[in-house]
């Protein structure tokens, strides 16, 4: 030992007998009893700090709510309102009924609940699930103590309502919505909640709240009701000069239509104004539908017990006409689905109501205003024989129950007594249009119906139509106001990841729909009828010639920008590999030559130039062919993933091409935009640094644009014929790679101009039922939601729809329901500026609505003279019994006792008295 090296070189003998003893404690500490293997015992550490973490997570959460909720209240006692702030669109747009709006208090308890909440998810089991408890717990109580003081302020209401005039009550009603708003946020952020925290004592802890809420919801939306339903029917529609029916006098010259009506009109607008800017969607929806069917209750039964003087006739004619107007028009906004528009024998309520005394209030005006003449040719012979005459007429198919809105917009809804598949094609992408675009939030699956119907009717016009300068037009007006980067600002957002703030923005008027249409892949068709509309517009077949590089020869088409979009993912994995591939042989070829290798040249250590250099001009030429073979190989084995809708495309292009006696390379055209679009990419330099996440040497440039070259060369030479024109380094790279080269390219051809893709067809909605059909397209619609684009692509589709509903109605040749004979047609302007998300819309003016009807002018002269054919409309079904049309006929002025008769109406009125039976007192 005394040859030991000393320290620090070596050791010494103690310090080789301390290790031994170190490694023998060590050996014995793992041996033994698991007690003494953990020098700290975490269980017991947590078990003492669990304590302190539910008493501060129980005391954030109540300190917060106790003192914002302080302060509301002291504000809503002095000013009798409470503060609102706006929630993020990306929830109100969501599957959850969230409301745009919510009282202050409430949003601070939110995003203190959203900052624990990670600690909650992780407090799953163990001596942590104390803290998930605890958290459960305060939300229960905040919750609970919510609800008893939005049930205190509910109180208040009433009774002011009971007690003070009509302009307190009016203050008081837009309180209950902020109510309604609050009760179904909670419950909406409560469901959230048990689908993050799926444990049971969770879901039980929560329940007796949620069910307070929920019913306290229902009792707010049935306050509401009734209070606008008692409003319409005791104020509004209370007006003894239009309503005296029996005036010898007409009604202010026949020039308008009754006071009343137009101010039910009103009244509605005012309430979806109020109701969709603040309250759920749903909920808002419901509340309308409500109130619109309590109204033409009262509505059907006042118009049906009218017996009006010859005078007043034309009166009750307009006033049915101005409600049935009235009535589609608010009917667009409170139905959510396309049946409780058409669907006259639907069961969901209160749409069958509406639909009931819609019915009744036609068949008044059919019997009691119709012409004459009309009237006594249809029921001259009874009416068991026209009964019989429509059961005839049934049983050889013509169908004879026409809905009631077939007679008020004929143009839009003729057919639709045999459903939404009967209508026409125009007609039926109006109506999923303006139900589109009149409900309260975006609606995604009836955005995917609209763009898929009637053979994709809509995008295809669409990209007919528009033209390219609206979109640069739209995209210098969206550069200087572009979305904020930190989402819509609104409580719950995710910042950066807002979709409805990211959707503001639309540089272009083609990609959304394109970026949706590549997503539906149960349309396969859709994405290439699309696309063949936009080739066929543009008339240029010039990019596949032989010779033609799009991009460098002639310019990209729009159609080609879209596609080269679509196969980015594609394309861009390929360029990742090349790329890498390059710039590694680049690094190993500038790695300095050792010292021993450099002996190994000459024996003076000298190296021979001439050898460097034919080194180096060997590798310059193998770094190429190795890049292209790995972005060949590439592209070759990822074209499997290309989607349906591409391919499908791809292959439709082909049979387009050959109709037209045009060949692309391989005679298929899916290799040949490949090419072009390898070439584009490689060539751009903004893009090939977003790739790679840093700016590329200038060499590497270079050398990616030689093979972008050389590839496109590649890629579109079909044979050895064809070789002609091609660069010298691309010949021999096919002429040594020959075998290879077929090999891959066979892959490709076989994946891209596959004569099954002719065969895959769509699934047949438009035989399909409505329940299937709505169904169906909301599974799609989650399915395109679960892509990170699929979202956006979606509100950016619906703001373009919705903020050109009369250029779109223009081109589908759909009329207004009043047209305005005093102004000249012009074509609608197109626009793509969409709002900030959280802009308030209140830009409701009391004197124009109460001079408009829906999309038109209230015109009380188109309304009196209102076309309708008569005839047709009295051989129909109209939905009386034998009973009922007695009683109505005793309303017409000519069957009234004193009434004057014309020496051409005696006739008539004495036959039709004489076959029904109408001098009975027994009849009402």
């Given at each position: 030992m005394s040859d030991a090296i000393p320290p620090p070189f070596g050791v010494t003998p103690c310090m080789m007998q301390s290790a031994n003893s170190n490694k023998t404690h060590i050996r014995q500490s793992v041996l033994d009893s698991p007690s003494k293997k953990l020098q700290w015992n975490w269980i017991d550490l947590l078990e003492r700090l669990v304590p302190d973490v539910t008493w501060s997570v129980t005391k954030l959460i109540l300190d917060t709510l106790q003192t914002s909720l302080h302060q509301e209240e002291e504000v809503f006692q002095k000013s009798r309102c409470t503060n609102e702030v706006p929630v993020c669109r990306d929830l109100v747009n969501g599957s959850l009924d969230y409301p745009k709006l919510i009282s202050v208090s409430l949003a601070e308890l939110v995003s203190a609940l959203e900052n624990l909440m990670p600690l909650a998810v992780l407090a799953s089991e163990g001596v942590m699930k104390a803290i998930r408890t605890a958290f459960t717990d305060a939300i229960e109580a905040n919750l609970s103590q919510i609800f008893i003081t939005l049930s205190n302020r509910l109180k208040t209401f009433e009774s002011t309502s009971a007690e003070d005039g009509d302009s307190e009550v009016y203050t008081g009603i837009t309180e209950v919505y902020k109510m309604l708003s609050a009760a179904v946020f909670c419950t909406s952020y409560l469901t959230h909640i048990k689908s993050i925290l799926t444990d049971d004592d969770t879901r039980r802890s929560l329940s007796g709240v949620h069910k307070q809420l929920t019913e306290f919801s229902n009792a707010i939306v049935d306050i509401t009701k009734n209070y606008h339903s008692g409003v319409i029917s005791s104020s509004i529609l209370h007006d003894a000069e239009s309503n005296n029916w029996a005036d010898q006098r007409a009604f202010f010259e026949d020039e308008r239509v009754s006071f009343s009506i137009q101010m039910w009109n009103l009244h509605m607008k005012g309430l979806q104004q109020e109701l969709f800017a603040s309250c759920p969607?749903?909920?808002?929806?419901?509340?309308?539908?409500?109130?619109?069917?309590?109204?033409?209750?009262?509505?059907?039964?006042?118009?049906?017990?009218?017996?009006?003087?010859?005078?007043?006739?034309?009166?009750?004619?307009?006033?049915?006409?101005a409600i049935l107007l009235t009535t589609l028009d608010f009917l667009w906004s409170s139905a959510n689905s396309v049946q409780a528009v058409l669907d006259q024998q639907v069961t969901v309520q209160p749409y069958s109501d509406i639909h009931n005394c819609c019915i009744c209030l036609l068949s008044t005006m059919a019997v009691v205003a119709s012409p004459l003449q009309d009237f006594y040719k249809v029921f001259k012979k009874g009416f068991q024989h026209k009964r019989m005459v429509l059961k005839d007429a049934e049983k050889e198919g013509v169908p004879m129950v026409i809905p009631w809105m077939v007679w008020t917009r004929m143009e839009v809804f003729f057919g639709c007594e045999k459903g939404f598949e009967g209508v026409q094609k125009r007609s039926a992408v109006f109506i999923l249009l303006k139900l589109l675009s009149s409900q309260p939030s975006p609606n995604y699956a009836m955005i995917l119906q609209a763009l898929l119907v009637r053979d994709n009717l809509l995008p295809v016009l669409l990209v007919r139509n528009a033209d390219q300068k609206m979109c640069q037009s739209s995209q210098e007006s969206l550069s200087s106001t572009s979305p904020?980067?930190?989402?819509?600002?609104?409580?719950?957002?995710?910042?950066?990841?807002?979709?409805?703030?990211?959707?503001c923005e639309i540089p272009d008027i083609i990609q959304p729909i394109v970026d949706v249409l590549i997503l539906c892949t149960d349309h396969p068709n859709a994405l290439a009828n699309v696309l063949i509309a936009m080739i066929e517009k543009d008339d240029d077949m010039s990019i596949f010639e032989p010779n033609c590089i799009p991009g460098k020869t002639v310019p990209v088409p729009p159609w080609l920008a879209c596609v080269y979009e679509l196969l980015s993912f594609y394309i861009d994995g390929a360029i990742k590999s090349s790329i890498v591939h390059l710039t590694t042989e680049e690094l190993h070829k500038e790695v300095s030559v050792g010292f021993l290798d450099s002996l190994r040249e000459l024996p003076c250590g000298c190296v021979?130039?001439?050898?460097?250099?034919?080194s180096n001009q060997t590798e310059s030429k193998d770094i190429p062919n190795a890049v292209l073979q790995t972005l060949i190989k590439r592209v070759t084995n990822d074209v499997v993933?290309?989607?349906?809708?591409?391919?499908?495309?791809?292959?439709?292009?082909?049979?387009?091409?050959?109709?037209?006696?045009?060949?692309?390379?391989?005679?298929?055209?899916?290799?040949?935009?490949?090419?072009?679009?390898?070439?584009?990419?490689?060539?751009?330099?903004?893009?090939l640094a977003e790739l790679v996440g840093h700016p590329l040497e200038a060499s590497t440039l270079a050398s990616l644009a030689t093979t972008a070259d050389y590839c496109h060369q590649i890629l579109t030479c079909e044979d050895a014929g064809g070789l002609e024109g091609k660069s010298q380094e691309a010949v021999v790279f096919i002429k040594r790679n020959s075998e290879w080269l077929e090999k891959n390219m066979n892959k490709m051809i076989g994946h891209l101009s596959n004569e099954l893709l002719d065969d895959y067809s769509a699934y047949p909605l438009e035989d399909s039922p409505y329940e299937f059909v709505s169904h169906f397209m909301t599974e799609l619609a989650e399915t395109v939601c679960q892509n990170p684009e699929g979202q956006k692509s979606l509100l950016q589709v619906y703001h373009i729809l919705k903020n050109n509903m009369d250029w779109l109605a223009y081109h589908l040749e759909i009329?207004?329901?009043?047209?305005?004979?005093?102004?000249?047609?012009?074509?609608?302007?197109?626009s793509l500026d969409v709002p900030p998300p959280l802009s308030s819309n209140n830009d409701f003016s009391p004197l124009a609505s109460f001079n408009r009807l829906g999309e038109s002018p209230f015109n009380h002269d188109a309304l009196a003279e209102f076309a309708i054919d008569w005839l047709k409309?009295?051989?129909?079904?109209?939905?009386?019994?034998?009973?009922?049309?007695?009683?109505?006929?005793?309303?017409r002025h000519e069957m009234q006792e004193d009434a004057y008769l014309e020496e051409i109406e005696k006739k008539p009125v004495r036959v039709l008295r004489s076959k029904y039976d109408l001098d009975n007192d027994d009849l009402v």
């Open positions: 969607p749903r909920h808002a929806q419901r509340i309308l539908a409500l109130v619109l069917r309590d109204s033409l209750k009262v509505l059907s039964q006042r118009y049906s017990r009218a017996m009006p003087s010859y005078k007043r006739t034309k009166q009750l004619r307009s006033d049915i006409t904020n980067t930190s989402g819509c600002g609104g409580i719950c957002c995710p910042g950066q990841q807002c979709y409805s703030n990211q959707s021979p130039k001439k050898s460097r250099n034919m993933t290309i989607p349906m809708p591409l391919c499908v495309f791809f292959e439709t292009l082909r049979q387009n091409l050959c109709t037209k006696k045009i060949r692309s390379a391989h005679n298929t055209p899916g290799i040949q935009i490949i090419a072009s679009c390898l070439y584009n990419k490689l060539h751009d330099v903004e893009g009329p207004p329901s009043i047209p305005n004979q005093q102004e000249t047609p012009t074509i609608p302007h197109f409309l009295l051989q129909s079904d109209i939905g009386l019994s034998e009973a009922g049309f007695r009683n109505l006929l005793l309303h």
